[in-house]
């Protein structure tokens, strides 16, 4: 049965060096409008459900333009609040071969969802309307005020028997120095409040400060998210391995742990036409999968190919629909569709 999911983040601008030119090589950008709240917002709402965005955007011509893209992706705009002046901007230049994509951050912190005072939120009506909120790392890195407003939204929804999901996705250069000792009472306090998480070894080692004397990776994962999930209390922790392959090529094996037990998905193999966002799309997927009440091994599966097509498509939202990924599960790609 299809349901109410809203996903709280930042909307961006986005803006892409064509095709593989450096930032300094370049005299035109394509713009859109992007972040995680968005894709996943997106991608739920094409599996069927009614995807909300919790976000914040500027009253003026920007902002317009991005509540439109909004629109176009299946989002639906009703938590979306107008105030502030600015849009964070992001520069995305491809990379080739050896030399990897780079992305360049612009005007974050003054942008209007990273400057929403206390209250800019209807927490109570937020969490009577839906049946799931998702929450990412990345807004949680920004500064206090978010992560009052991530909280107080993921209690809300809580108290009222909502599903909570939280995607940890870390990243090292929105926490500066010493950004794993600062992050790690805010990760605690969000695990504390989730059902479903999206992480992997890397961050029950470097954010919640467990050890392992595993060295492998694989090992490392087996060993320490059941530890996690008994902990926080999580219902099923997902998350990916991924490996850059000699021909460029890239490889993806998604798992799921529930119920005490890890599944895995098969290892695909694929080409990469467009990397940013395809995290988000194997988080859909695994949300998809858990509120729909899929079997555990046909989620990661569903999920692990839902995330190999998002890298097939230009622009971070991904784009397939469930029959889409059905078919990526079963049939080999290549031939044309008629």
Same mark, same amino acid.
């Given at each position: 049965?299809?349901?109410?999911?809203?996903?709280?983040?930042?909307?961006?601008?986005?803006?892409?060096?064509?095709?593989?030119?450096?930032?300094?090589?370049?005299?035109?950008?394509?713009?859109?409008?992007?972040?995680?709240?968005?894709?996943?917002?997106?991608?739920?709402?094409?599996?069927?459900?009614?995807?909300?965005?919790?976000?914040?955007?500027?009253?003026?011509?920007?902002?317009?333009?991005?509540?439109?893209? @909004?629109?176009? #992706? +299946?989002?639906?705009?009703?938590?979306? &609040? =107008? $105030?502030? %002046?600015?849009?964070?901007?992001?520069?995305?230049?491809?990379?080739?071969?050896?030399?990897?994509?780079?992305?360049?951050?612009?005007?974050?912190?003054?942008?209007?969802?990273?400057?929403?005072?206390?209250?800019?939120?209807?927490?109570?009506?937020?969490?009577?309307?839906?049946?799931?909120?998702?929450?990412?790392?990345?807004?949680?890195?920004?500064?206090?005020?978010?992560?009052?407003?991530?909280?107080?939204?993921?209690?809300?929804?809580?108290?009222?028997?909502?599903?909570?999901?939280?995607?940890?996705?870390?990243?090292?250069?929105?926490?500066?120095?010493?950004?794993?000792?600062?992050?790690?009472?805010?990760?605690?306090?969000?695990?504390?409040?989730?059902?479903?998480?999206?992480?992997?070894?890397?961050?029950? @080692?470097?954010? #919640? +400060?467990?050890?392992?004397?595993?060295? &492998? =990776? $694989?090992? %490392?994962?087996?060993?320490?998210?059941?530890?996690?999930?008994?902990?926080?209390?999580?219902?099923?922790?997902?998350?990916?391995?991924?490996?850059?392959?000699?021909?460029?090529?890239?490889?993806?094996?998604?798992?799921?742990?529930?119920?005490?037990?890890?599944?895995?998905?098969?290892?695909?193999?694929?080409?990469?036409?467009?990397?940013?966002?395809?995290?988000?799309?194997?988080?859909?997927?695994?949300?998809?999968?858990?509120?729909?009440?899929?079997?555990?091994?046909?989620?990661?599966?569903?999920?692990?190919?839902?995330?190999?097509?998002?890298?097939?498509?230009?622009?971070?939202?991904?784009?397939?629909?469930?029959?889409?990924?059905?078919?990526?599960?079963?049939?080999?790609?290549?031939?044309?569709?008629?």
């Amino acid at each position: 049965m299809p349901k109410r999911i809203a996903a709280f983040g930042e909307v961006m601008m986005r803006l892409q060096v064509p095709g593989h030119d450096m930032l300094s090589q370049a005299s035109t950008l394509n713009y859109s409008f992007s972040g995680t709240g968005v894709n996943v917002a997106s991608a739920l709402s094409r599996f069927g459900h009614a995807g909300y965005l919790i976000s914040r955007l500027p009253a003026n011509p920007l902002g317009e333009a991005a509540m439109s893209s @909004l629109r176009k #992706l +299946g989002i639906a705009t009703s938590f979306i &609040e =107008r $105030g502030g %002046q600015y849009l964070g901007m992001y520069f995305l230049e491809n990379g080739f071969g050896v030399r990897p994509s780079r992305v360049t951050y612009s005007n974050r912190l003054g942008s209007s969802f990273n400057t929403a005072p206390e209250r800019t939120y209807d927490y109570g009506g937020i969490a009577d309307a839906v049946d799931a909120v998702h929450f990412c790392g990345i807004a949680l890195a920004m500064n206090e005020s978010v992560r009052k407003h991530m909280k107080s939204i993921a209690e809300k929804v809580k108290e009222r028997g909502g599903t909570v999901i939280f995607d940890c996705n870390y990243r090292p250069s929105l926490w500066g120095e010493e950004g794993y000792s600062k992050a790690k009472r805010h990760y605690e306090d969000m695990l504390g409040l989730s059902d479903i998480v999206l992480m992997n070894e890397k961050d029950a @080692l470097h954010i #919640l +400060g467990l050890s392992s004397a595993k060295t &492998e =990776r $694989g090992e %490392q994962l087996v060993e320490l998210i059941p530890v996690v999930a008994e902990r926080f209390g999580l219902s099923a922790v997902a998350g990916t391995h991924r490996s850059v392959n000699d021909d460029n090529t890239h490889s993806l094996t998604g798992y799921l742990y529930k119920n005490t037990k890890f599944h895995f998905s098969d290892k695909l193999t694929f080409s990469v036409y467009d990397r940013i966002g395809a995290g988000d799309a194997y988080a859909s997927g695994i949300i998809h999968g858990e509120l729909e009440g899929y079997p555990p091994e046909q989620t990661v599966r569903f999920a692990a190919a839902a995330g190999m097509l998002a890298h097939t498509v230009a622009g971070d939202t991904p784009m397939a629909t469930e029959s889409d990924i059905f078919r990526a599960m079963t049939e080999a790609a290549g031939d044309i569709e008629r």
